[in-house]
């Protein structure tokens, strides 16, 4: 499993942003996929994820919504849709899959791991 985050930029309080995790070789359908963020001098914390089988889904308090993840299993490809950004938002942000389908926020519950995208909201 070879995770790619994409959709990453820098954009104005209040904007919007969605972000793409794809894989190219392994299909995402049979993962929990979940989007965490990491700001510069704090721990890695869970956004969002949703589940393989009933959509599942969760939200951090923080971004509630804000945000929506959403799965698209034709283009192999989870969303994470960010609107009303705020310059807290700013932080990278990856995209992870664990195979046990039950969702979490955890980070240590993840079996695979992106690269990360760079987000910056501007105040």
């Known amino acids: 499993v070879q995770l790619q985050a994409s959709g990453g930029g820098l954009v104005q309080t209040g904007g919007s942003l969605r972000l793409s995790c794809a894989d190219s070789?392994?299909?995402?359908?049979?993962?929990?996929i979940g989007w965490f963020r990491q700001a510069p001098g704090k721990e890695r914390e869970g956004v969002s994820c949703i589940s393989r089988s009933d959509g599942s889904t969760y939200y951090a308090e923080s971004v509630k919504g804000r945000f929506t993840i959403s799965r698209d299993n034709a283009k192999n490809t989870v969303y994470l849709q960010m609107n009303s950004l705020k310059p807290e938002d700013t932080a990278v942000f990856y995209c992870?899959?664990?195979?046990?389908?039950?969702?979490?926020?955890?980070?240590?519950?993840?079996?695979?791991w992106g690269q990360g995208t760079q987000v910056t909201v501007s105040s």
């Open positions: 070789g392994f299909t995402l359908e049979p993962y929990v």
């Open positions: 992870a899959a664990r195979r046990i389908d039950i969702i979490s926020t955890s980070p240590n519950d993840y079996d695979y």
